[in-house]
């Protein structure tokens, strides 16, 4: 006998109580309509596994719950890569070198390091910006677009670029960060 074959089986057999319950509750005693009610419940959740439903719907519920511990793990592997790959651009290992110790980040010529590192987020802006007519056709967008519009194309394309992504452009993101600042004021 398999799983489904008994569950089908309790479910008739609870179905048959109800049945017997609802019964008695009309000619004997009421008492027995109130014991038919977790009866007739246990019958229709059991009839719902035995479905297929209970298991489908418990799928699409994990589905919708987001990623698992193991693509949390993978992304935040990620990010941290990036972290160290911007903290290497920048001339500075951001406080995790040798003489590294509790207190010591590194925050620029008179910060706690002393070294005088700067902090990959402390850059200048470039002096050469973008133009506002680059930043609409990096966007995709026409002069006439509303700010509206603006972060609705920039959220849609920065989630498809985004150096974390599955296909993830770290360029291309950058660019479309500065076409967003351009815009954005």
Same mark, same amino acid.
């Given at each position: ?22 019964? +008695? +509750? ?75 110790? =509790? ?8 910060? =706690? ?6 902090? =990959? ?14 930043? &609409?056709?990096?966007? +995709? ?38 076409? &967003? ?5």
């Amino acid at each position: 006998m398999t799983n489904r074959t008994i569950v089908v089986g309790l479910a008739g057999a609870f179905v048959g109580m109800t049945a017997l319950l609802l019964i +008695g +509750g009309v000619v004997l005693h009421p008492i027995a309509l109130a014991l038919a009610v977790p009866f007739g419940a246990v019958s229709y959740f059991l009839w719902y596994h035995a479905s297929g439903r209970l298991h489908d719907q418990a799928r699409r519920s994990a589905e919708q719950a987001g990623p698992t511990e193991r693509e949390r793990a993978r992304q935040r592997a990620r990010a941290e890569a990036n972290r160290e790959r911007a903290y290497r651009a920048a001339g500075t290992d951001g406080g995790r070198g040798p003489n590294a110790g =509790p207190g010591t980040g590194q925050r620029g010529a008179r910060g =706690p390091g002393g070294t005088g590192a700067r902090d =990959p987020r402390d850059r200048a802006p470039a002096a050469d910006r973008m133009s506002e007519r680059e930043a &609409y056709e990096t966007l +995709g967008l026409d002069r006439t677009a509303d700010s509206e519009a603006v972060r609705r194309r920039y959220r849609e394309r920065a989630k498809r670029l985004h150096p974390d992504g599955e296909d993830g452009d770290e360029e291309g993101f950058k660019r479309l960060n500065e076409a &967003y600042e351009v815009l954005k004021n």
